[in-house]
């Protein structure tokens, strides 16, 4: 796919902080007109996804380089698969190939913990939702990724989505008042959704009109209690320091999705290495 003008300063960015005046070790080693190819490889099972990323930073780097992508978007690979490769002047090669895989491995990483995730909640019923806890600048392709790994978005940001959390409801006065002044404020096409931190909320949330009420940091338990009281009258949604152990036990209580925020801050990178062919 083509960059997006904020992926492509998003690159201008992490490369400008790399390159900084210069590769000196290329530049010095390297004939200027030499050309190369190199392989992007798997050292892990992993979900692949992001490479036309990867295309985009060598691109970036110097326009002559070309890449060929040799996996799909979202597919499983085995350790030792070839994920892409690229050609071009060898010093731009080597000048972005950190850069490329900094963005990569990340994606996958994100990608791969997704998958993890979703095949645990593979029959259930229960969709597995993102959150806005990202990595600033990369929220659109940590999202990307996550889609990529079998899991669905929640709101993009502030903009698409009424989310009324404790301190929406302190400043408005009550669950009734933030989400009658919402509704009256947002188009009706636009879900509202009620943090509730327990059983009194989740009521409150339910007789306001709420679309979604999240049930927030509860055992699983009063989880079911919850899902129960609200009798299909809304949409559930688990969040809070959700771990894929406890995953099977949250769905069991019957809610509609679960939201992880681990997807995307706290998955591992993936490992994954460029090597240029002899």
């Known amino acids: 796919m083509p960059p997006s003008p904020h992926t492509l300063a998003l690159i201008?960015?992490?490369l400008a902080e790399d390159l900084g005046t210069g590769d000196l070790t290329s530049e010095a080693i390297l004939p200027a007109g030499r050309r190369g190819r190199a392989r992007m490889r798997a050292r892990e099972p992993l979900v692949a996804?992001?490479?036309?990323?990867a295309e985009a930073v060598f691109r970036r780097v110097d326009e002559r380089c070309r890449a060929r992508l040799r996996v799909a978007e979202g597919a499983?690979?085995?350790s030792g698969a070839t994920l892409l490769e690229v050609r071009g002047p060898l010093r731009a090669l080597l000048s972005g190939e950190r850069t490329a895989?900094?963005?990569v491995r990340h994606l996958c990483g994100v990608a791969t913990l997704t998958r993890r995730y979703a095949r645990a909640l593979r029959g259930t019923g229960c969709a597995l939702l993102d959150t806005r806890k990202t990595t600033p600048g990369m929220r659109a392709l940590e999202k990307a990724a996550v889609?990529?790994?079998g899991g669905r978005n929640h709101r993009m940001g502030l903009f698409d989505g009424v989310m009324i959390k404790d301190n929406h409801i302190a400043a408005a006065g009550s669950i009734a008042r933030a989400v009658a002044a919402a509704r009256r404020r947002v188009p009706p096409t636009v879900r509202i959704e009620v943090e509730c931190e327990g059983l009194a909320q989740v009521a409150q949330a339910v007789r306001a009109?709420?679309?979604i009420v999240m049930l927030d940091n509860m055992p699983p338990a009063r989880m079911a209690e919850a899902v129960r009281r609200v009798a299909g009258r809304a949409r559930t949604e688990a969040s809070g320091r959700i771990t894929l152990a406890?995953?099977?036990a949250i769905a069991a209580t019957g809610v509609d999705y679960i939201s992880v925020g681990a997807l995307t801050h706290s998955a591992p990178a993936a490992d994954i290495a460029l090597d240029l062919d002899a």
Do not use: P
């Open 76 to 78: 499983e690979v085995e």
């Open 101 to 103: 895989l900094n963005f």
């Open 209 to 211: 009109g709420a679309d």
């Open 147 to 149: 889609r990529a790994g």
């Open 12 to 14: 201008d960015l992490a």
């Open 246 to 248: 406890r995953l099977a």
């Open 49 to 53: 996804t992001g490479l036309w990323l």
